[in-house]
């Protein structure tokens, strides 16, 4: 992978990470090896491949919990060059090139610019990302289950995925094209292929009674004995329409951190004129410690018409109030999550649970001190909850705690509703209101007016930052919420986060 240009760099890079596994507050991750594949952007083919262990400098880190993810082990490793070492062959083939990976926005991306920022060098850009974990989520949708690179390749009959760097980059490369192939077909014959057309005996899915994941249609053992992966079947059309045109590029971001949680569904998600992407010469900004860009546009918040607005937040439906909430009919199960891990859902009467709540009252407003894994600030505010409230998100702390615990979680676990010394008879609620990491940043969470009539206006915001947001939602200000009940287990902490869906904010 000798070095060239980086306008001559067309080659997509597909790589992966294999990390130690943190098992303790403030633990770093540790590389523990590093695969990567040259594609070929006209023909998809495999062009050259680099893959290493990897030593860290603390083979502590290399916990039995990490061993059990990828199979590495200390004694695999200690013979191993450092990052450091290699370090000069990781930016070669990285820097200047497209990225592609699964989930590598959220990981591997900041894997690689923390093990460089450990030595001391500046770490390599991209010139555009393919996240398939993200993509996919929103084009493929849901049709093979969860989106995680065991169930796709299931889905596909491409055998077991091996938790091991260079074989899961070949492995993503065959199920970007597989997938991006289907959706060229249908795209073809809309209304002959349709999704049910599509369900493969493959796919996994979950039974949202019980959360059980299940095998629709015959049981059918997938093996890669024997089986031949037809690499050129689309070569032709990449000759003909040139690489800007090609269906991968469909799938090409760039500059773009939105990160697609694996259980999202996406309207729309086979239409083909939706896909298409301008590929700009752009550096990807840091997951981990991005700084906001100077910005001297004046902030400015428009509002649309009430009937635009009356069509964006139609009713409430699968929203609950904490009144219709019964205590026994709450349920908490597990759901696949990325990279093999788990991740809690609360139900009531099977179907899942979220709720709405009226009237709440800010005690603190906005607050935008921390980063999300893009550098950009994560905004959330705490306001006043009642004790009915209370008791519906204190029982789906017990529930969801004890099933932590039974899953194997050593995490210390917070409570949902804070109480602090002087404010016993006052519990409060932190409040999320996530945003959406693309060239242009925008609020995730759908925000109204609500004026004294009762009628609702939405807001539109021409920035993403926290001179907009803050004005609006500061102490003493009331606000109608619905939100959703989300589990998180990061770094020995666990618990569940309430996040905003939409916020109706009432006029003074």
């Given at each position: 992978?000798?070095?060239?240009?980086d306008?001559?760099r067309?080659?997509?890079?597909?790589?992966?990470?294999?990390?130690?596994?943190?098992?303790?507050?403030?633990?770093?991750?540790?590389?523990?090896?590093?695969?990567s594949?040259?594609?070929?952007?006209?023909?998809?083919v495999?062009?050259?491949s680099?893959?290493?262990?990897?030593?860290p400098?603390?083979?502590?880190?290399?916990?039995?919990?990490?061993?059990?993810?990828?199979?590495?082990?200390?004694?695999?490793?200690?013979?191993?060059?450092?990052?450091?070492?290699?370090?000069?062959k990781v930016h070669?083939i990285l820097?200047?090139?497209?990225?592609?990976?699964?989930?590598?926005?959220?990981?591997?991306?900041?894997?690689?610019?923390?093990?460089?920022?450990?030595?001391?060098?500046?770490a390599?850009?991209?010139k555009?990302?393919?996240?398939?974990?993200?993509?996919?989520?929103?084009?493929?949708?849901?049709?093979?289950?969860?989106?995680?690179?065991?169930?796709?390749?299931?889905?596909?009959?491409?055998?077991?995925q091996t938790?091991?760097?260079?074989?899961?980059?070949?492995?993503?490369?065959?199920?970007?094209?597989?997938?991006?192939?289907?959706?060229f077909?249908?795209?073809?014959?809309?209304?002959?292929?349709?999704?049910?057309?599509?369900?493969?005996?493959?796919?996994?899915?979950r039974?949202?009674?019980?959360?059980?994941?299940?095998?629709?249609?015959?049981s059918?053992?997938?093996?890669?004995?024997?089986?031949?992966i037809?690499?050129d079947?689309?070569?032709?059309?990449?000759?003909?329409?040139?690489?800007?045109?090609?269906?991968?590029?469909?799938?090409?971001?760039?500059?773009?951190?939105?990160?697609?949680?694996?259980?999202?569904?996406q309207?729309?998600?086979?239409?083909?004129?939706s896909?298409?992407?301008?590929?700009?010469?752009?550096?990807?900004?840091?997951?981990v410690?991005?700084?906001?860009?100077?910005?001297?546009?004046?902030?400015?918040?428009s509002?649309?018409?009430?009937?635009?607005?009356?069509?964006?937040?139609?009713?409430?439906?699968?929203?609950?109030?904490?009144e219709?909430v019964?205590?026994?009919?709450?349920?908490?199960?597990?759901?696949?999550?990325?990279?093999?891990s788990?991740?809690?859902q609360?139900?009531?009467?099977?179907?899942?649970?979220q709720?709405?709540?009226?009237?709440?009252?800010?005690?603190?407003?906005v607050?935008?001190?921390?980063?999300?894994?893009?550098?950009?600030?994560?905004?959330?505010?705490?306001?006043?909850?009642?004790?009915?409230?209370c008791?519906?998100?204190?029982?789906?702390?017990?529930?969801?705690?004890?099933?932590?615990?039974?899953?194997?979680?050593?995490?210390?676990?917070r409570?949902?509703?804070?109480?602090k010394?002087?404010?016993v008879?006052s519990?409060?609620?932190?409040?999320?209101?996530?945003?959406?990491?693309?060239?242009?940043p925008?609020?995730?969470?759908?925000?109204?007016?609500?004026e004294p009539s009762?009628?609702s206006?939405?807001?539109v915001?021409?920035?993403?930052n926290?001179?907009?947001?803050?004005?609006?939602?500061?102490?003493g200000?009331?606000?109608?919420?619905?939100?959703?009940?989300?589990?998180?287990?990061?770094?020995?902490?666990?618990?569940?986060?309430?996040?905003?869906?939409?916020?109706?904010?009432?006029?003074?």
């Amino acid at each position: 992978m000798s070095p060239t240009a980086d306008d001559a760099r067309s080659e997509i890079a597909f790589f992966d990470v294999e990390t130690t596994v943190p098992t303790r507050s403030g633990q770093r991750f540790a590389i523990l090896e590093f695969g990567s594949i040259l594609v070929c952007p006209r023909k998809l083919v495999e062009l050259e491949s680099y893959s290493t262990l990897v030593r860290p400098s603390d083979l502590s880190l290399i916990s039995s919990l990490s061993v059990r993810c990828n199979g590495i082990n200390p004694d695999a490793v200690v013979s191993a060059p450092t990052f450091a070492e290699i370090a000069d062959k990781v930016h070669d083939i990285l820097h200047g090139r497209i990225w592609a990976g699964h989930n590598i926005l959220r990981f591997d991306c900041a894997r690689i610019r923390e093990a460089f920022a450990e030595i001391g060098r500046p770490a390599p850009e991209p010139k555009g990302t393919i996240d398939s974990l993200a993509l996919l989520t929103q084009k493929f949708g849901r049709r093979a289950g969860d989106m995680k690179m065991a169930t796709l390749a299931t889905y596909f009959g491409l055998g077991q995925q091996t938790h091991r760097s260079l074989d899961d980059v070949r492995m993503n490369l065959e199920v970007v094209k597989y997938c991006a192939t289907v959706l060229f077909l249908e795209s073809s014959l809309p209304d002959i292929f349709t999704t049910n057309s599509w369900v493969s005996p493959n796919a996994t899915t979950r039974s949202r009674s019980n959360g059980k994941l299940s095998n629709g249609g015959s049981s059918i053992s997938s093996s890669t004995s024997g089986q031949k992966i037809e690499k050129d079947r689309i070569l032709s059309l990449a000759d003909q329409r040139g690489v800007e045109a090609h269906p991968i590029f469909s799938l090409l971001t760039t500059n773009s951190d939105e990160v697609v949680e694996p259980d999202t569904v996406q309207a729309d998600a086979f239409k083909m004129d939706s896909l298409s992407v301008e590929l700009r010469a752009e550096p990807l900004l840091s997951d981990v410690a991005m700084e906001e860009q100077p910005d001297n546009q004046n902030s400015d918040i428009s509002v649309s018409s009430p009937v635009a607005a009356s069509e964006g937040c139609s009713g409430y439906a699968g929203f609950l109030e904490p009144e219709e909430v019964s205590i026994p009919s709450i349920g908490a199960y597990l759901v696949p999550f990325y990279r093999g891990s788990q991740r809690i859902q609360l139900s009531h009467n099977g179907a899942t649970l979220q709720l709405r709540c009226n009237h709440l009252r800010v005690r603190f407003g906005v607050d935008d001190k921390y980063r999300n894994n893009a550098g950009r600030p994560k905004f959330s505010f705490v306001v006043d909850t009642s004790p009915t409230l209370c008791r519906v998100l204190d029982a789906c702390d017990d529930i969801a705690q004890k099933l932590s615990i039974d899953s194997g979680s050593s995490s210390e676990w917070r409570s949902v509703v804070s109480r602090k010394n002087g404010f016993v008879n006052s519990p409060t609620i932190r409040l999320q209101i996530p945003t959406v990491n693309a060239d242009v940043p925008r609020y995730e969470t759908e925000i109204y007016r609500k004026e004294p009539s009762g009628s609702s206006e939405k807001l539109v915001f021409s920035q993403c930052n926290a001179a907009e947001i803050k004005p609006l939602i500061s102490t003493g200000t009331l606000v109608d919420a619905c939100f959703s009940l989300d589990h998180y287990d990061y770094q020995q902490n666990a618990g569940i986060r309430l996040v905003a869906k939409k916020l109706f904010i009432h006029s003074n």
